[in-house]
Nanobody
Framework: QVQLVESGGGLVQAGGSLRLSCAAS????????MGWFRQAPGKEREFVAA????????YYADSVKGRFTISRDNAKNTVYLRMNSLKPEDTAVYYC?????????????????WGQGTQVTVSS
C-alpha cells in the first residue's frame, strides 16, 4: 500500500512558476516509478511527466517538455514537479501516482496508487 499526498498547487500568472510535491508513505518508495498526471475541466486525465526508480530515466509530455522538470528524493520519499513558464492551458488538477515497475509508463493504467490531487490555476 502506498499513500500519496500532493501539495504546492495554487494560483499563478502566466509565465510564473510553481513546484509541486508528492509525499509518499507505505511500501518502498524507492522501488516505485512515479508519475504526474493532470485533468482539466471537461477533459480526460493526461500524462505530464514520469521518473523511474533511479531518477535517471525521465519522461515528459510534448506539451510540457522544456518547461517542467520531474525529480525525486528517495531519502525524503518525495517526488517533485517544477513547472516554469506556466500557461493558462496548464490549468488543471495535478495528480501524482505510483507505478510499481522500474521504468514508468505514460498510460494511467500502469499506476496503481494515486494522490487526491492539487489544483493549479494559471491566469492570463
Amino acid at each position: 500500500q502506498v499513500q500519496l499526498v500532493e501539495s504546492g498547487g495554487g494560483l499563478v500568472q502566466a509565465g510564473g512558476s510553481l513546484r509541486l510535491s508528492c509525499a509518499a508513505s507505505g511500501r518502498a518508495f524507492s522501488m516505485s516509478s512515479m508519475g504526474w498526471f493532470r485533468q482539466a475541466p471537461g477533459k480526460e486525465r493526461e500524462f505530464v511527466a514520469a521518473i523511474g526508480w533511479g531518477a535517471s530515466s525521465t519522461y515528459y509530455a510534448d506539451s510540457v517538455k522544456g518547461r517542467f522538470t520531474i525529480s525525486r528524493d528517495n531519502a525524503k520519499n518525495t517526488v517533485y514537479l517544477r513547472m516554469n513558464s506556466l500557461k493558462p492551458e496548464d490549468t488543471a488538477v495535478y495528480y501524482c501516482a505510483a507505478d510499481p515497475r522500474r521504468l514508468p509508463g505514460r498510460a494511467d493504467y500502469f499506476y496503481n496508487y494515486w494522490g487526491q490531487g492539487t489544483q493549479v490555476t494559471v491566469s492570463s
